[in-house]
């Protein structure tokens, strides 16, 4: 390696060191370790229900779930959102996986918030999002069952 070269990996090295420094000073520690490093990121090879909305802010959101018998088996997400809503998106899963769908639908702003150690004023908006997608992708789970069921 030259020494440019190691002149540039030193000085993008420093920058990335900086950036992630200054995004835990603006949120923390958990919350900068969600968004570059998510939980249930991407879209599962097998899933049967999956639900997408755009925010206030333009960004989408989309969950994809394995859903039977009312248990949420598993959960993940694809954002072109900002980090914010990565680390939501990617805690709303941690908190819904596993769990029954009754119990989803009760996940509150204010436990998402806490659970992630709290977002700065002004960042909420993703919470709601990703509460907004998790009750519509449960209640078009319930449709289709209760269709079926009814056929």
Known sequence: M?????????????????IISNEIEDFNDYIVE???NPKNWGKPSQFNVSFKKKGIRNDSLEFFAQIKNNMIQ??????????VTIATASQI???TQGKTIDYAKKITIEQVNRSLGGLPEGHK???ELGLDVLKELINKYQNVTFGEITK
């Open 2 to 18: 030259g020494k440019n070269e190691k002149n540039i990996d030193d000085f993008v090295e420093k920058l990335q060191e900086k």
């Open 74 to 83: 598993n959960i993940n997400f694809l954002t072109d959102g900002c980090g």
């Open 93 to 95: 899963t941690l908190l």
């Open 34 to 36: 969600l968004f570059h």
């Open 125 to 127: 908006d993703s919470i």
